[in-house]
């Protein structure tokens, strides 16, 4: 490889970086992996993705000489560029966890976000950024949304001033990139935003051959209301991996061969939709309660090619729980999201399994910490795990017949009920379990959940809204994001969720599989009414 064209990549393999070194090919360079210190002394351009939890990343940096070596390296002024916990590090330290020392280059403490006042924990999704001086690689950033998944911060003052490039405001003021001399760090994810956040990658790699332009300053920003593509995935009876969609969890044709319903190949559907705007994209292996997805390798496939073109977030869920195979190989949960997260997973959804975790928690009062929900939120944070809820509206004629939470029916019930309940569901729907969406939803955020992917079997693929009234409830329990699923079938109907609700993002599938209604008329309806989108 021709000097120049090589970049030096600080990995130290505690979640997904693959999103970064697609990003990197992308723009044509070559990465070498820092093994030791020295080659952290000896980069000519160094990116340093943090992941994982402060204390752990520290640990790791002192103990292989590491943390010196990027001391030095930074105080040199050599080219680095630090992304969210590789921002973060550079600071005198972080209370997560904590307190616990950083790389104390400069001046302040990392603390977390406050979740009064409406500003969910962990911050996630797309903003505009404030510019405060000049900075070569935000210059194509203007008023463009970037992507951010953290539940901490570093916070502007005077003894930090001048290091800050930029500020974003989520209930705060927060840093949300510094650079000095050659020394960059952005807490966003360039390679999670988006052709902006490449643009951030590029200009850091080719310094100076972009041409500058005046950067504009970005305008006051809300977090966006993000809108997700969701791509159903199962193998049909073929034996090939397809999108399908189903009719309130039915995935078959109803004609004499019962075959499950065929909407496209998933790279390919996922990469359409990141080119259309989706703000996200997430992948439901619906066997996965049955199939376990290590011995299906071709859903890890799709991960690894949808993640060399789509640089927007990518969630992954289905068959996360213990498995032990025939051969009496146990596989832990942990192990099968790893490996989702090696594979270009930015976040893993657990269905089935948090309902059982969920139910045992409510039944002892006791946090083992052994549910796959608390072990991999433990391992790779709260915002990498999200909590898929599948519930079925059940009527009643009292809000005293059950022992979960009612909510009075915007519509009766087909016997003039006017309570219901929302009662979980696990196997795809094919079971029905003894607790709510409700208490589910607020033990799960207890376990260690970062957001929550909310369906309804009743709404799925109906075409006539999202069930606005188990949205407001659910979303008005928990103070994580949650992200309102089933029934989008008009630009209308996410209007509609957005101001009726505090729901964080809208997901739908049907109606971008059946090219009814593209995903920029849906942001186009949302901007035009006055809600904050990524255009
Ligand atoms: O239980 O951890 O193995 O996870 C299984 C996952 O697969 C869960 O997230 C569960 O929601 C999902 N799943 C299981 N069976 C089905 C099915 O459809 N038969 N799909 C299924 C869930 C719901 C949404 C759908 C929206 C929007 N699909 O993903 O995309 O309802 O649809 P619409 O816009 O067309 O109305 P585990």
Known sequence: SSAGSVVTLLDYGAGNVRSLRNAIRHLGFEIEDVRTAKDILNADRLIFPGVGAFASAMDVLVKTGMAEALQTYIKNDRPFLGICLGLQLLFESSEENGPVNGLGLIPGVVGRFNSSNGFRVPHIGWNALQIAKDSEILDDIGDHHVYFVHSYRAMPSDDNKIWISSTCNYGNDFIASIKRGNVHAVQFHPEKSGDVGLSVLRRFLHPKSQGTKKPTQGKASKLAKRVIACLDVRTNDKGDLVVTKGDQYDVREHTKENEVRNLGKPVELAGQYYKDGADEVSFLNITGFRDFPLGDLPMLQVLRRTS?????????????????????????????????????ADKISIGSDAVYAAEEYIKTKVKTGKSSLEQISRVYGNQAVVVSIDPRRVYLKSPNDVQFKTIRATKPGPNGEEYAWYQCTVNGGREGRPIGAYELAKVVEELGAGEILLNCIDCDGQGKGFDIDLIKLISEAVSIPVIASSGAGAVEHFLEVFMQTNASAALAAGIFHRKEVPIQSVKGHLLKEGIEVRI
Do not use: C, K, M, W
């Open 308 to 344: 060399e073109n789509v640089f927007v977030p990518l969630t992954v869920g289905g068959g996360i729980r213990d498995f032990t195979d025939a051969n009496g190989r146990h596989y832990s949960s942990l192990e099968v999201a790893s490996e989702y997260f090696r594979s270009g």
